[in-house]
Each structure stands twice: as C-alpha cells, then as structure tokens.
C-alpha cells in the first residue's frame, strides 16, 4: 500500500469534517423551536375539581434585614498585547505566566509521544501546555517568523511578555521540559 502525501491526508480530514458538519447542520436545522405556548402545564381535566382557596390569614412577624450580599470577585485576566504568534498562543499566555508549546505533526508516531513527554513536563513544571499542528501553514508561517532564523524547534518554552524562553530540537523528556518551565517562571 502507498503512503499518502500530508496534502492527501489533510483533503480528506478536511473533507470528512465538512461532510459531518455537513449533516450536523442538516440534522439540528430540520428541528423547529418550541412555541412560547406549548411550556405552559395542560389544563386540568374537567373531571378534577380545584380545591377551594383558604381564607387568608394576616400574621404581623418583624422582619430582619438581611445583609448585603457580596458578589464573588471576578477573575482578573491580565491584558497582553499580541506576541506575534497563532492566537491560540496569545490565549495560553493569557491564563498561564509560562506556557510550554509542542509543535507536530499530526500522526507521527514520535512526535505524538513526545507531545505527551512536554504536556507532562509542563503540568510538573506549573506552566500551560499547547501543541500546535505544523501542518496548518498560517501557525507554520506564524512561529517561523516570530523564531527568526533559529532552526526547526520542537518545543518552546514562552513567557507570559511571547518572548522564548527555551527552543528546543528532538525529543524532550518531560524532567527536561518541567525544569525549563521552572526556570523561565517569573
């Protein structure tokens, strides 16, 4: 059997998400919206008789006031100005002061394991973890451009401001990849 090319591969993921989302939309659009009507309870049967209302009855009891009741503080995510790489990055920074990125290609084998070495390097380390997919061009371009000449990195390890803390080539065990987290926290 022949190998296929990573364009081949990426047409038919391409192609196979479009015809699922393709039927997801033919599926959930053919359902109409309920009726503001048809929430209410069905009348009661003629057959039941409601029973009649107790007279109301008037109790004077002193009322407490209650204390004011304090809204939990909102979670204040810092604003960082775009680093230069894909989105996704941006977002990672924002959560996390030091994030681990893998890059891969999507089914290899070794570089499938070595996302799992830096994912559990990163958690050891107490940085944020993303891997991006080398096969998109635009996040290609993106960390080719953002890396200035350096050679094909791995693994980066990026501080909160987008600058590189660490790029590093092949495989990294997840000791290395905690301890780089480690030193490039603040």
Request: proline share 9%; no cysteine.
């Given at each position: 059997?022949?190998?296929?090319?990573?364009?081949?591969?990426?047409?038919?993921?391409v192609?196979?998400?479009?015809?699922?989302?393709?039927?997801?939309?033919?599926?959930?659009?053919?359902?109409?919206?309920?009726?503001e009507?048809?929430?209410?309870?069905?009348?009661?049967?003629?057959?039941?008789?409601?029973?009649?209302?107790?007279?109301?009855?008037?109790?004077?009891?002193?009322?407490?006031?209650?204390?004011?009741?304090?809204?939990?503080?909102?979670?204040?995510?810092?604003?960082?100005?775009?680093?230069?790489?894909?989105?996704?990055?941006?977002?990672?920074?924002?959560?996390?002061?030091?994030?681990?990125?893998?890059?891969?290609?999507?089914?290899?084998?070794?570089?499938?394991?070595?996302?799992?070495?830096?994912?559990?390097?990163?958690?050891l380390?107490?940085?944020?973890?993303?891997?991006?997919?080398?096969?998109?061009?635009?996040?290609?371009?993106?960390?080719?451009?953002?890396?200035?000449?350096?050679?094909?990195?791995s693994?980066?390890?990026?501080?909160?401001?987008?600058?590189?803390?660490?790029?590093?080539?092949?495989?990294?065990?997840?000791?290395?990849?905690?301890?780089?987290?480690?030193?490039?926290?603040?």
């Amino acid at each position: 059997m022949e190998k296929l090319s990573p364009q081949v591969r990426i047409f038919a993921l391409v192609a196979a998400l479009a015809l699922v989302g393709g039927l997801l939309f033919v599926y959930t659009s053919g359902r109409g919206s309920v009726a503001e009507g048809e929430l209410a309870a069905p009348p009661a049967s003629p057959a039941v008789a409601k029973p009649a209302k107790a007279p109301a009855v008037h109790k004077t009891t002193a009322v407490k006031p209650k204390a004011p009741v304090k809204a939990a503080p909102k979670k204040v995510v810092p604003k960082i100005p775009p680093t230069g790489f894909p989105l996704a990055v941006d977002r990672a920074l924002a959560r996390h002061k030091v994030v681990v990125v893998s890059l891969v290609v999507p089914g290899s084998h070794v570089d499938e394991l070595a996302a799992g070495e830096a994912k559990a390097g990163a958690k050891l380390g107490g940085a944020g973890y993303l891997a991006l997919n080398v096969l998109n061009e635009r996040v290609a371009h993106a960390v080719l451009a953002k890396l200035d000449g350096l050679k094909e990195p791995s693994l980066l390890v990026l501080k909160r401001s987008g600058e590189v803390a660490l790029a590093l080539e092949g495989f990294v065990d997840r000791e290395t990849v905690a301890q780089a987290a480690a030193n490039a926290a603040p």
